[in-house]
């Protein structure tokens, strides 16, 4: 079991706005703003995709944004695209002894 | 930019050590980040295991603290990972990672390996 819960599956058609959540406690999430998100394609490395909330690495198209109410994160697509089929996980800092952790994946479906 | 490299065996035999290195090219392990490992098994989500200073300083998650020790060769930009007395649970794509903040070993990654398959198996 995951220390951050993700749904298991969010699916939308080309064009429309996706959201993925990530909850935790007030122990990562909620306590600080440390929660990144990252792409990941089968057979492929995980790829950033935000950080530190809401933030954008260079390169990352700005259909792809984030935000974070209390102890819940949340990762948006707009726009979607055929591309954006992949899987996404949340992580965050944590003040207990785990010090990482790691949403257990959501799969993004393009219908 | 920075690239890392994972190697090790692909089959380690039950009970065993596991033990893997990453090479890091375009930056030196001695800028100041952490360098962590995180894995995945087949079909599962990502797990962190740990993370290590260039200066030795490590963290590592408790579920595994027991059976993991990551070092550092600086001599050769390359940090590695040791996982002893494995099972098939061990059984897992390993990926090496760059902590992007420096000097904290707090997430995100910014930069990161291939990833190695090993499984654990008599």
């Known amino acids: 079991q995951s220390a951050l819960t993700q749904p298991a599956s969010v699916s939308g058609s080309p064009g429309q706005s996706i959201t993925i959540s990530c909850t935790g406690t007030?122990?990562?999430?909620?306590?600080?703003?440390?929660v990144s998100w990252y792409q990941q394609y089968p057979g492929k490395a995980p790829k950033l995709m935000i950080y530190d909330v809401s933030n954008r690495p260079s390169g990352v198209s700005n259909r792809f944004s984030g935000s974070k109410s209390d102890n819940t994160a949340s990762l948006t697509i707009s726009g979607l695209q055929a591309e954006d089929e992949a899987d996404y996980y949340c992580n965050s800092y944590t003040n207990s002894d785990t010090h990482v952790v790691f949403g257990g994946g959501t799969k993004l479906i393009v219908l | 930019q920075v690239q890392l490299q994972e190697s090790g065996p692909g089959l380690v035999k039950p009970s065993e050590t596991l033990s893997l290195t990453c090479a890091v090219s375009g930056s030196s392990i001695t800028s100041g980040y952490y360098w962590g490992w995180i894995r995945q098994p087949p079909g599962k989500g990502l797990e962190w295991i740990g993370s290590?200073?260039?200066?030795?300083?490590?963290y590592y998650h408790p579920s595994l603290k027991s059976r993991v020790t990551m070092s550092v060769d600086t001599s050769k930009d390359l940090f590695s990972l040791n996982l002893s007395s494995v099972t098939a649970a061990d059984t897992a794509v390993y990926y090496c990672a760059r902590n992007s903040v420096w000097g904290s070993y707090r997430p995100p990654f910014d930069y990161w390996g291939q990833g190695t398959l090993v499984t654990v198996s008599s």
């Open positions: 290590i200073h260039q200066n030795g300083i490590t």
């Open positions: 007030s122990s990562d999430i909620g306590a600080y703003n440390y």
